[in-house]
């Protein structure tokens, strides 16, 4: 089973507000779940945007391993080399 991804969602919902066959009532419904979906994405992104800086940080030497905070355990194992 392949992991359906935030731009399979998207995509999906641009499909759906494109259907030309759609009632106003449907797509009403369907903007106001766009709007929300799309809230949700822009958080993740947001967050991954923090944690892709921090990555940075680390592989240049800006930052200690130690200065981590537990919540980003995985730039921990990244700069371990996986372990």
Not at 56 to 83: A, T
């Amino acid at each position: 089973m392949s992991k359906i991804t935030y731009t399979d969602h998207l995509d999906d919902m641009i499909e759906r507000l494109m259907n030309e066959d759609i009632s106003k009532e449907q797509l009403e419904i369907e903007v106001t779940r766009c709007k929300s979906v799309c809230q949700i994405v822009n958080i993740k992104i947001a967050d991954k945007k923090i944690t892709l800086q921090a990555m940075k940080m680390l592989s240049n030497g800006d930052i200690d391993k130690k200065f981590i905070p537990k919540e980003f355990s995985e730039l921990k194992q990244i700069e371990n080399g996986g372990s």
